[in-house]
């Protein structure tokens, strides 16, 4: 009995520790398969992305282009006003904001006059209108 279970451990092992280092292989070979065909895709992907972009960009510049030619052919009185259209709806609104609660201060207009005048609807316009320069300010802090 104890020729047979030796008979068994000297071919365990003998012969388990090379079936042992195949599997591994094997396993490892598989492992190395499957990040190569992930990589591949990865590549793929960062190609397809890169050309998307690339495009985007191209269209960007046309677009530019474009735009800055016909800029330039426009007259310079148009190029100016459609330049100020913000800045004058801004101090328009501001107008109205400081007349609004002068002539309330004044006694010239009535509480009710000014809720008619200063509802809720046009105090969102004005603070919109307020947040999109202090945003455009700030945004332009993080680009320099």
Known sequence: MLSLIGSVLGLVSSVGPGMFKQWMDAKQDQRDKAHELEMQRQIAADKRDEAIITSIGTQNVAVQ?????????????????????????TYAFFAEF???????????????????????????????????????RLTSKWSK
């Open 65 to 89: 282009t474009t735009a800055q030619t016909n800029l330039n052919q426009a007259s310079k009185w148009v190029v100016n006003l459609s330049g100020t259209v913000r800045p004058i709806i």
């Open 98 to 136: 400081v007349a609004v609660h002068v002539a309330v201060w004044s006694g010239w207009m009535t509480p009710n006059d000014f809720e008619l005048l200063w509802n809720s609807e046009v105090q969102a316009i004005f603070s919109t209108i307020i947040m999109f320069w202090f945003g455009q």
